[in-house]
């Protein structure tokens, strides 16, 4: 539980904390100058700097740098006498968070940040945290998955100052970014972060570094944006249980004729009628002048009298639609039949198309 500092090379102070001794994270928080740590009882501890660089530890420095082991030894056993009744140093505040924290950074994340103030971001083994610089817990979320590490790059600016993204990768082969607070990509790799970082290479800026647990690494990027498409939400609705029981019934009425080898009737059909104008009009033959054309194109095959007249009659033919189903039928199709001496008049081919009919057409 001992903490050192040190001012580039040279040795500043050491403070011993009395809580853990097991280290913890670590963060130095510039804006308001103090240290924050995390220890084995899963609290998290605010330290201000100016009170662990106190003139009261220029005895430990001296006692680092001096060359004199006796004096050292005699120094040595002053201070642990002095540590027996010292009392803990004052801290700026302490928060549980019931949870081991793996890594902690400091960057503006929360939208309501004033310009001069940050954020704490504790990533812990089962969620993520977002603890103001008074020990106020803004944000928190639950994860599903076990995080490995994370980092912080700056994102934009507003009139408020610049915004940071948090990166949180994890042992299930992906990484999620959240941007205040709120998840805006996820990403699928082939094996497990254990530290990553974001640089720039050949002019190219925002390239994440990544580094495996098996020592491979790699420089990549995002690409392109994700889609904006949300799923349409559907209201619960009632099922229409008379409507159920209903094709349950016909489905099984249909299962019990074909076990008794019994050809059901359709549920969807046409009925195909010739009408004519008057009852006289079945027998009624008149007598058209083609002049010879109509004819020629057949192969003079087709039925005409001594001055070259064909033979024709007039029908209509009517199609009804018999049926269950509240769509009907569509892509209908109805073929007529002739002989090589019959053609069909104001018909292309002897095929009639219909694209669709319900029960209330014909």
Not at 7 to 21: D, K, M, T, Y
Not at 30 to 49: C, G, H, Q, W
Not at 57 to 67: E, F, M, P, T
Not at 91 to 105: E, G, V, Y
Request: charged share 25%; glycine share 6%.
């Amino acid at each position: 539980g001992k903490f050192w500092v040190f001012e580039q090379e040279h040795f500043a102070f050491n403070r011993e904390w009395n809580n853990f001794l097991i280290p913890g994270c670590i963060v130095y928080a510039p804006y308001n100058d103090s240290i924050v740590t995390m220890t084995a009882e899963m609290k998290l501890y605010s330290y201000s700097y100016a009170v662990l660089s106190t003139s009261e530890q220029q005895k430990l420095k001296n006692l680092a740098l001096s060359s004199n082991r006796d004096e050292i030894k005699e120094d040595e056993e002053q201070e642990t006498t002095m540590r027996k009744t010292q009392k803990s140093f004052h801290k700026n505040w302490s928060i549980n968070l019931c949870d081991h924290a793996i890594k902690m950074i400091c960057c503006r994340f929360t939208p309501t940040l004033s310009p001069s103030d940050h954020d704490v971001i504790v990533l812990c083994e089962r969620g993520i945290y977002a603890v103001s610089t008074s020990g106020i817990i803004k944000w928190q979320k639950k994860l599903e998955y076990n995080p490995s590490t994370m980092i912080s790059y700056r994102a934009k600016n507003t009139d408020s100052g610049w915004m940071d993204n948090i990166i949180v990768a994890n042992f299930q082969n992906s990484i999620c970014i959240f941007s205040q607070c709120q998840l805006i990509w996820s990403a699928r790799l082939h094996f497990n972060i254990i530290d990553m970082s974001i640089g720039s290479f050949a002019g190219c800026h925002g390239m994440q570094i990544l580094l495996s647990d098996d020592g491979y690494l790699m420089i990549g990027y995002l690409g392109t944006d994700p889609s904006g498409y949300k799923p349409i939400h559907v209201e619960n609705r009632e099922p229409d249980w008379e409507q159920i029981e209903s094709d349950m019934k016909e489905s099984k009425d249909m299962i019990r004729a074909l076990e008794d080898n019994e050809i059901p009737d359709p549920n969807d059909y046409l009925l195909l009628e010739l009408q004519y104008e008057n009852e006289s009009d079945k027998r009624k033959i008149q007598w058209i002048d083609d002049g010879g054309y109509i004819n020629e194109q057949y192969g003079n095959e087709l039925i005409c009298d001594s001055m070259g007249r064909l033979k024709v009659f007039k029908t209509k033919l009517i199609v009804n639609y018999q049926g269950s189903s509240q769509y009907g039928l569509s892509d209908i199709q109805i073929t007529i039949e002739i002989d090589g001496n019959t053609f069909i008049c104001n018909q292309d081919d002897n095929k009639i198309y219909i694209d669709a009919m319900t029960s209330l057409q014909n």
